[in-house]
């Protein structure tokens, strides 16, 4: 499997502009969103970003009544000793506080952590949903961000596990992909298929996937959905040109 074209990675944050004054102008339609419940959220960012990066979702999602959290934990450089611990500490500490399970969001680098985690303590997760997050270790040599991990591996945990080839979890889990992603091959991002788990494709880029108004469409509606009673995404008939569902792998 090869790496997307590098002329992909150099334009894909350009793309990811439009993909951001689209939502922005489709602000006054939020109120057609799937409502959340008060439950916890917590959103981790994609490799080298920060919680400003998240911050339009997370402020979607608090508007939509969700109690929404960055990660807290600065640049994602990868899995460094200090994310290793407190990532852990930090969900635990927040579904206690809230009395129930949190919701995650990851985007990229951040859904292998929501992932890892739910497979931990899934007793701490309601339901997992990941932005263009690679599951498959062949993603080494089919990704423009590659070579900047490897450069990070003295800083990272040795012999953490990140990726696990997109196993079924015990929680539900929804990963959303794009096709003409720029970063990573959208190939690494699907996952196995399960009565819990499904493939979500969307028109649009890696970098804009955190505000493409179509993937906030499907946070919103998977995030909504009543703890125990998960059911598959269902597309509606006015974003069925540009959300589909990935056959199964």
């Known amino acids: 499997m090869k790496r997307p074209p590098i002329i992909g990675a150099i334009v894909d ?30 959103v981790y960012p994609g490799f080298m970003a920060t919680d400003r990066s998240t911050g339009p979702m997370r402020r979607i999602l608090a508007s939509l009544g969700y109690d929404v959290h960055g990660w807290g934990l600065g640049r994602n450089v990868g899995p460094t000793e200090r ?21 995650l969001v990851g985007w990229s680098l ?14 701490l997760v309601a339901t997992v949903v990941t932005l263009g997050t690679p599951v498959r270790s062949d ?30 979890l015990e929680v539900p889990v929804t990963a959303i992909h794009t096709r003409s992603d ?7 991002c ?8 499904e493939n979500l494709r969307v028109a649009g880029s890696h970098t804009g996937l955190g ?14 959905q ?8 269902e597309v509606p008939r006015f974003y069925r040109g540009v959300i589909r569902h990935e056959p199964p792998r």
């Open 226 to 233: 009543t703890d125990g009673a998960w059911v598959p995404f």
């Open 83 to 103: 994310v290793t611990q407190e990532m852990p500490e930090r969900l635990a500490a927040l579904a206690d506080a809230a009395d129930q399970p949190v919701r």
């Open 139 to 168: 993603v080494t040599e089919a990704s423009n961000a590659s070579g900047l991990f490897r450069l990070l591996a003295p800083v990272h945990t040795p012999g953490h596990p990140l990726l696990d080839e997109g196993t079924p």
């Open 110 to 123: 951040g859904g292998v952590y929501a992932r890892h985690l739910a497979a931990r303590r899934p007793d």
């Open 190 to 197: 699907v996952i196995e298929t399960a009565p819990n788990a």
């Open 182 to 188: 720029g970063i990573v091959h959208w190939e690494t």
């Open 13 to 42: 944050p350009i793309r990811a502009s439009g993909e951001f004054a689209t939502s922005m102008g489709l602000l006054p339609f939020r109120s057609r969103l799937p409502g959340g419940n008060g439950g916890p959220a917590i």
């Open 211 to 224: 505000f493409n108004p179509a993937a906030v469409y499907v946070i919103a509606d998977r995030l909504a």
